[in-house]
């Protein structure tokens, strides 16, 4: 079955970019997604098919998608950025898979 | 506004059922791909199952946890989803998501979610 790894923390400092890695298998070869989950809240959709934003979304958000690893960067990271982001891939095998997710902290 | 609104969760013993539900509002519910994803205290995402558009065959995808056990459906003249969950187990205990599916060529994701219903599975 196809597997996701994600670093369980980062730190930034604020006003700093953070970058949390999604790690796979010829992940390049795969469409990534990224949530946003603040605590007590759903999950919020932030990057699709690897580096488009929905609507809504901060510029500051971006995504890049290569080999055997997906990353998402936040640029000019603010106290608002706290939260746990999860990636999401599409497996033929496997089908959806989440990563374990990535705690932010913005120091 | 895309609203997704999930009712039905509370506490069950090991063993029981419960069923979800999820009201939709502000899209063609009809047409949309529709999923559970649920959540386990202090865990991560897990995506339950889906169930397409009855234009698309209407059919259902489970994952493997659940599978034989947990039954999606859907009331298209409600704009309502659903999940029947049997023979609960204790490690079924979350908070339990429905969203809106994006699908293509080598693509899925959840472009919507609701606020997440808690099912708590304890004797």
């Known amino acids: 079955s196809y597997e996701l790894t994600q670093p369980l923390s980062v730190s930034v400092a604020l006003g700093q970019t953070a970058r949390i890695t999604c790690g796979g298998n010829?992940?390049?070869?795969?469409?990534v997604h990224w949530y946003q989950q603040k605590p007590g809240q759903a999950p919020v959709l932030v990057i699709y098919?690897?580096?488009n934003r929905p609507s809504g979304i901060p510029e500051r958000f971006s995504g890049s998608n290569s080999g055997n690893t997906a990353t998402l960067t936040i640029s000019r990271a603010q106290a608002g950025d706290e939260a746990d982001y999860y990636c999401q891939v599409w497996d033929s095998s496997t089908d959806v898979v989440f990563g374990g997710g990535t705690k932010l902290t913005v120091l | 506004e895309v609203q997704l609104v999930e009712s039905g969760g509370g506490l069950v013993k090991p063993g029981g059922s419960l069923r979800l539900s999820c009201a939709a509002s502000g899209f063609t519910f009809s047409n949309a791909w529709m999923s559970w994803v649920r959540q386990a205290p202090g865990k991560g995402l897990e995506w339950v199952g889906r169930i397409k558009s009855k234009t698309d065959g209407g059919t259902t995808d489970y994952a493997a946890p659940v599978k034989g056990r947990f039954t999606i459906s859907r009331d298209d003249s409600k704009n309502t989803l659903y999940l029947q969950m049997n023979s609960l187990k204790t490690e079924d205990t979350a908070v339990y998501y429905c969203?809106?599916?994006?699908?293509?060529?080598?693509?899925?994701?959840?472009?919507?979610w609701g606020q997440g219903t808690l099912v708590t599975v304890s004797s």
């Open positions: 969203t809106t599916d994006v699908v293509g060529a080598g693509v899925y994701y959840f472009d919507y």
């Open positions: 010829n992940i390049g070869s795969k469409n």
């Open positions: 098919r690897d580096s």
